[in-house]
């Protein structure tokens, strides 16, 4: 059974925007991600600790929007995210 997706937006103290997501990613949910990254201008933090899955429907949309992301990943991401080259894009904590 898939894990729903919960995003929950926030501010760094800095005042850096910062995008919380918490369950798995693919291809069901990955438009309510795309909306939520779109909606919110200029660097990013996009938290992803809290996401067990994250398949190429959910790459594609951290693609496109690479430029401006810095990543947050749990150790069971970091393979998709490095094989992908994301990492390569963008800065991954």
């Known amino acids: 059974m898939?894990?729903?997706?919960?995003?929950t937006p926030g501010r760094r103290p800095d005042?850096?925007?910062v995008l919380t997501a918490v369950g798995e990613i693919?291809?069901?949910n990955t438009h309510s991600l795309a909306a939520a990254l779109d909606g919110?201008?200029?660097?990013?933090?996009?938290?992803?600790?809290g996401v067990e899955?994250?398949?190429?429907?959910?790459?594609?949309?951290?693609?496109?929007?690479?430029?401006?992301?810095?990543?947050?990943a749990n150790p069971?991401?970091?393979?998709?995210?490095s094989i992908s080259g994301l990492t390569d894009l963008?800065?991954?904590h």
């Open 53 to 72: 899955y994250l398949d190429s429907a959910g790459l594609s949309v951290l693609f496109s929007h690479a430029d401006r992301l810095e990543l947050l």
């Open 26 to 28: 693919d291809m069901s």
């Open 90 to 92: 963008t800065t991954r």
């Open 40 to 49: 919110t201008p200029g660097p990013l933090v996009l938290d992803l600790t």
């Open 15 to 17: 005042g850096t925007a």
């Open 2 to 7: 898939t894990t729903p997706l919960t995003l």
């Open 76 to 81: 069971l991401l970091t393979p998709v995210l």
